[in-house]
Every structure is written in structure tokens, then in C-alpha cells.
């Protein structure tokens, strides 16, 4: 196992895990950052690199479990572990009444958001175990609900439940944190696909929530 401190950020082509990668990687950690659009990461490689940082990119859907097995296995080839795995990938349902969800977009839904998810947990847990002191899991949450957001809210809502009982099980283990952090309102293309026409002007810059994030979950 090297001494690098590795940081794994699913979800990291733009928005808020774009934020998350830049500022992990601005403290000295080497991002292996994952995503399904290759352009977006190489651009944001370029951000990453131009401040003097480090990345490697896997431009991947973390849909595709084999894909997920052997991304992990070369970190541990690598690296040997994990320190930090945040997890801000999603899948937006489309806003529609909850009576009116689209099956099909909802099958891709759960798959990406809860399924993936569950996959992931197994796959990057023992690279968590084996970093000094136990490395941290972090979950982008949203609280969002209400009105034609029940499919989405369902998705998070499976995913909380998810994090939830994992931090239960490993308050007593103690050899993996498990943490979530909800991010204040950010003008990012999921939340103008939930959130159609809204005033972006008041809402808050990704780069500067996922300073939050590493200062209130102590991860610098």
C-alpha cells in the first residue's frame, strides 16, 4: 500500500462532483475520478492539473458492475486503498405527478441510483478498510420532495437507507466513516432538469459547498 492519499469521486463529469474532484485534489489528494462523459472529465483533468494537482480519469457508467469490479481491483493493484470515496453521481428522474412516472426511465433510474449504488458499497468498502485509520464513504444527499418529485425523492430516500444502516453497522467497526452531506441549492444541470426556470442567481457555487463539505466532515 503507497502513502498517496487516494480520493475515488463518482459522479465527477461536472456539478457538484466536479467541485468535490478540484477541491480534493487542491489538498493533495490523487482523484481517481469517474464519469460517464470522457470530454468533461479531460476538462476537468485540465482544472485538476492546472492548480497542480493529480487525477486519473475513468470515464465509465457505474451501471456497468464489471466495469465497477475492475476500476476497484486496479486501485488496489495501484494503490492498495482508499481514503476518500464520495459518491455524487445520479440519475435525475424526469419531474412528473407521481401517478405518470415513466417505467421505463424509472427501471434506468433505480439502476443508476439505488442499484449501482449497493454494488459500489461492496466493491470500495475493503479498499476504505485497508487506509490508515479507515477511510471515509460520503453520500451527496438531497432532502428534496413533494410535489412531481416522487420519483426522485424515492431514489434518495433508498440511498439515505442505504448510508443509514451502513453508518449504524460501522459505528461499532469503526474501520470505515460513514458520512452524507446535503449541499445547499447549486445552479447544476440536475437541478435545473428538477427545478425548471429557476432563479440560479441566489443559489450557491458547487466550488464553494464542497469546501463546506471538507471542512464540516473534516476531510482536508
Not at 415513466?102 to 449497493?118: G, I, M, R, S, Y
Not at 469503526?174 to 442567481?201: C, I, K, S, W
Request: aromatic fraction near 6%; charged fraction near 20%.
Amino acid at each position: 500500500m503507497t502513502n498517496q492519499k487516494i480520493a475515488l469521486v463518482t459522479g465527477a463529469s461536472r456539478g457538484f462532483g466536479a467541485a468535490a474532484a478540484e477541491e480534493l485534489a487542491r489538498l493533495g489528494y490523487h482523484v481517481v475520478a469517474v464519469g460517464r462523459t470522457t470530454g468533461a472529465l479531460e476538462e476537468l483533468d485540465d482544472r485538476i492539473q492546472a492548480a497542480g494537482g493529480h487525477a486519473t480519469l475513468a470515464p465509465m457508467d457505474i451501471t456497468e458492475t464489471d466495469a465497477m469490479r475492475t476500476l476497484c481491483r486496479g486501485i488496489y493493484d495501484r494503490w492498495g486503498h482508499v481514503d476518500i470515496w464520495v459518491h455524487a453521481a445520479i440519475q435525475s428522474p424526469p419531474f412528473s405527478p407521481a401517478e405518470q412516472v415513466d417505467l421505463k426511465f424509472w427501471t434506468k433510474a433505480v439502476a443508476a441510483n439505488v442499484e449501482a449504488l449497493a454494488v459500489l458499497m461492496q466493491f470500495i468498502a475493503p479498499l476504505l478498510r485497508t487506509a490508515e485509520g479507515g477511510g471515509t464513504a460520503v453520500l451527496i444527499d438531497d432532502a428534496a420532495e413533494g410535489p412531481f418529485l416522487g420519483a426522485y425523492a424515492a431514489c434518495k430516500s433508498a440511498q439515505r437507507a442505504l448510508f443509514t444502516a451502513w453508518e449504524a453497522e460501522q459505528s461499532r467497526l469503526q474501520d470505515v466513516h460513514v458520512r452524507r452531506f446535503v449541499p445547499a441549492p447549486m445552479p447544476t444541470n440536475h437541478r435545473n432538469r428538477l427545478y425548471p426556470g429557476e432563479n440560479t442567481e441566489t443559489l450557491a457555487r458547487p466550488a464553494d459547498e464542497a469546501r463546506r463539505m471538507v471542512t464540516e466532515l473534516g476531510l482536508g
